[in-house]
Every structure is written in structure tokens, then in C-alpha cells.
């Protein structure tokens, strides 16, 4: 199975500031990842799909990058809404595998 | 509007058994492969099953292989999860999820996702 690791686990920001969340796969999945946004209570929301492409309605201050076993999801000037828990997800093979969450909270 | 509703949750007793349902409304449910992620109490994602738009494809997580059965009825726009055996492991919110693409057997992100359903198994 492909293990998905990100990083940090928890990060602490203010509005305004630039974030980067790190996503490491064990091998290499091309580019075959996606990240979603999943707040307290609520299904998960996908963000980014295909490492880099933004999905329909989703604001551009997110941006996704990486190809092969390391990947980043990018706020460019985190808003209010923005607080929430991140995953990424390899979808190169089964079993498709999630990475174990980046909760973003204020600082 | 494009949605997804999970149905079936609920309390049951180790060694037990429960059918999940999901009701899919807005988009041509037959076009898609369809699959099963459920999430432990304060825990992270984990995928549990998928299925192909035809159900030539079916694929499970080890954790949940011979004792879980995904299927659908294309004619009802609905996707199942038949869950025996249950164990305390399995407790979790499951939910629903869209795979993006429309050509079966390729895999793609979930891009459509139902509320969730709660799964306690607890004597």
C-alpha cells in the first residue's frame, strides 16, 4: 500500500499569512493526488485534484504542486474561512489512501 | 443540484450486521463509479470500498474485505454498503463519495460527497 504522510500536523497561522502543507507518498503516484478541505461536522470538500488543478468554485489563493512522492498544497493569504482540517489523497492505486490530516487553526 | 444522501446508520452489537444506502439526485448516476470513506471518532479519512459505473469493478480496503459487499442499483440511483461481521473498529462516520471521472476503472479524486451516516458498533 501507498503510505501518505503530510506535514506539520498541526499548523498555527493569522489571516493575511501564506500557508504550505507538505504531502510525502512512499512511491511515486505521477500525478494522481488530490487535497480536500473537511471543516468540524461537515463531508470533506475537494480543493485540488491532479496535484495541481483547481477544482470548479474553489478560490484561487489555493494552488496545489508536485509530481512523483512530494507534493504542497499552498494558501496564498489564509482567510477566516480557510480554519479547517486538510488531507491529501493518492488515487495512483489501490487501496487509495488519505494522508493523516494538516489541521490549520488560528494563531 | 448535484447530492448525495447516506441513509442505514445506526447502533448495533458486535458480530452484527447493517445496510447502508445513498441516494444520488442531480447527475447521471450511471456515469459514475461510486465509492465508500468512513471516519473513526477525531480520526482522519480512510477509504473503504469503490465501485465501477457498471459494477465490473469492485475493490475493498483489507480491513473491511469478506465482510463488506458494495453494490447499486443504477435504476434507483443508489449505491449500498452491506456491512456483516461488525467490529468497535468499525465505528465511524461513512460516507458517500462521486469519483470525478465518468470512464470506469480509472481512478480520480471524489468530488461529490453526501453528509454521512454514523456507524457505532458497541455492545
Known amino acids: 500500500d501507498i503510505q501518505m504522510t503530510q506535514s506539520p500536523s498541526t499548523l498555527s497561522a493569522s489571516v493575511g499569512d501564506r500557508v504550505t502543507i507538505t504531502c510525502r507518498a512512499s512511491?511515486?503516484?505521477?500525478?494522481?493526488l488530490a487535497w480536500y478541505q473537511q471543516k468540524p461536522g461537515k463531508a470533506p470538500k475537494l480543493l485540488i485534484y491532479?496535484?495541481?488543478s483547481l477544482e470548479s468554485g474553489v478560490p484561487s489563493r489555493f494552488s496545489g504542486s508536485g509530481s512523483g512522492t512530494e507534493f504542497t498544497l499552498t494558501i496564498s493569504s489564509l482567510q477566516p474561512d480557510d480554519f479547517a482540517t486538510y488531507y491529501c489523497?493518492?488515487?495512483?492505486?489501490?487501496?487509495?489512501?488519505f494522508g493523516q490530516g494538516t489541521k490549520v487553526e488560528i494563531k | 443540484e448535484v447530492q448525495l444522501v447516506e441513509s442505514g446508520g445506526g447502533l448495533v452489537k458486535p458480530g452484527g450486521s447493517l445496510r447502508l444506502s445513498c441516494a444520488a439526485s442531480?447527475?447521471?448516476?450511471?456515469?459514475?463509479?461510486m465509492n465508500w470513506v468512513r471516519q473513526a471518532p477525531g480520526k482522519g479519512l480512510e477509504w473503504v470500498s469503490s465501485?465501477?459505473?457498471?459494477?465490473?469493478?469492485?475493490y475493498y480496503a483489507d480491513s473491511v474485505k469478506g465482510r463488506f459487499t458494495i453494490s447499486r442499483d443504477n435504476a434507483k440511483n443508489s449505491l449500498y454498503l452491506q456491512m456483516n461481521s461488525l467490529r468497535a473498529e468499525d465505528t465511524a462516520v461513512y460516507y458517500c463519495?462521486?469519483?470525478?471521472?465518468?470512464?470506469?476503472?480509472?481512478?480520480?479524486?471524489?468530488?461529490?460527497w453526501g453528509q454521512g451516516t454514523m456507524v457505532t458498533v458497541s455492545s
Open positions: 463519495a462521486r469519483s470525478r471521472t465518468m470512464v470506469q476503472g480509472v481512478l480520480d479524486a471524489f468530488d461529490i
Open positions: 442531480g447527475f447521471t448516476f450511471s456515469s459514475y463509479s
Open positions: 465501485i465501477s459505473s457498471s459494477s465490473s469493478y469492485i
Open positions: 512511491q511515486s503516484i505521477s500525478s494522481w
Open positions: 491532479k496535484a495541481s
Open positions: 489523497q493518492q488515487y495512483n492505486s489501490y487501496p487509495e489512501t
